[in-house]
């Protein structure tokens, strides 16, 4: 069983930054994906970046704010929110899919509140 743990979440304001760090069992120097959704409330989850066999990808909603990287050292992903607004708000969940084929992994969630 792959464990996926988040941290970093909290409350920021309006303009600030905040980096949620993801870190998992296995090793990540090989994996397939790493990515972060989030999910607002009563909307769904949706994706906001991910690293593809190494090439990071952002929904149009974050692109030249969010920022996601990865040291294999670690076995952490990151994702560095700058520039962040109230739309921002959401419970931040880090996936993970080692291989094409294998399972998907989910952690619990950590929550962003983007707030004046």
């Known amino acids: 069983q792959v464990q996926v743990v988040e941290s970093g979440g909290g409350l920021v304001q309006p303009g600030g930054s905040l980096r949620l760090s993801c870190t998992t069992s296995?090793?990540?120097?090989?994996?397939?994906?790493m990515a972060w959704y989030r999910q607002a409330p009563g909307k769904q989850r949706e994706l906001v970046a991910d690293?593809?066999?190494?090439?990071?990808n952002y929904a149009d909603s974050v692109k030249g704010r969010f920022t996601i990287s990865r040291d294999n050292a670690k076995n952490t992903v990151y994702l560095q929110m700058n520039s962040l607004k109230p739309e921002d708000t959401a419970v931040y969940y880090c996936?993970?899919?080692?291989?094409?084929?294998?399972?998907?992994?989910w952690g619990k969630g950590t929550l962003v509140t983007v707030s004046s």
């Open positions: 996936y993970a899919k080692p291989t094409l084929i294998s399972m998907d992994y």
């Open positions: 296995i090793s990540i120097f090989n994996i397939y994906t």
């Open positions: 690293i593809t066999r190494g090439s990071p």
